[in-house]
């Protein structure tokens, strides 16, 4: 009987401590999981994102740069507006703030050409006012980065 009294209160004794160390791990388990499978959604969006800029373009005399990139990935980009566009002389580049329409220097703003969010397959045409006039002869940088921080540059003369 001693024995029976003694298994019976080890098991029980067993089962309340393998409850407590399963209180204990599942929370930090949970918040791994959760962590793991943000990471993995982070690491999917930067692979399923591509960018090109397809043309840029200015006048000399003319502080205006237009330029086309197209949406080549795999997911919509998006919000249009966290876009970084960095753009200058080539040794002399600087970030140009988002303005919208009727922005005034230095400022960019962009019109979707062939759908209402920036798609795969989409373009979208950046309109971008500079500080100064460019020049014939010189090159000029110009940079898009996603908002996830996929990004393509082109170097180009007027």
């Not at 753009?87 to 400022?107: E, K, L, N, Q, T």
């Not at 962009?110 to 920036?118: H, I, K, P, R």
């Not at 309109?127 to 082109?154: E, F, H, Q």
Request: charged share 15%.
């Amino acid at each position: 009987m001693e024995k029976a009294i003694a298994t019976v209160i080890i098991t029980v004794a067993s089962i309340a401590a393998i409850l407590t160390v399963l209180n204990a791990l599942m929370p930090a388990v949970s918040r791994t999981n959760s962590s793991i499978v943000s990471a993995a959604d982070s690491v999917d969006s930067r692979i399923s994102t591509q960018i090109d800029i397809i043309h840029a373009t200015g006048v000399d005399g003319s502080p205006s740069v237009d330029a086309w990139a197209k949406n080549i990935g795999g997911i919509v980009i998006e919000p249009l507006d966290h876009i970084d566009v960095f753009f200058g002389p080539s040794d002399s580049f600087v970030r140009i703030p988002y303005g919208g329409s009727g922005c005034s220097a230095p400022c960019w703003s962009y019109a979707l050409e062939n759908d209402t969010v920036w798609n795969p397959t989409a373009t979208i045409h950046i309109s971008l006012s500079a500080t100064s006039n460019l020049s014939t002869g010189i090159t000029y940088y110009l940079k898009v980065v996603a908002p996830n921080g996929i990004s393509d540059a082109r170097y180009f003369t007027v």
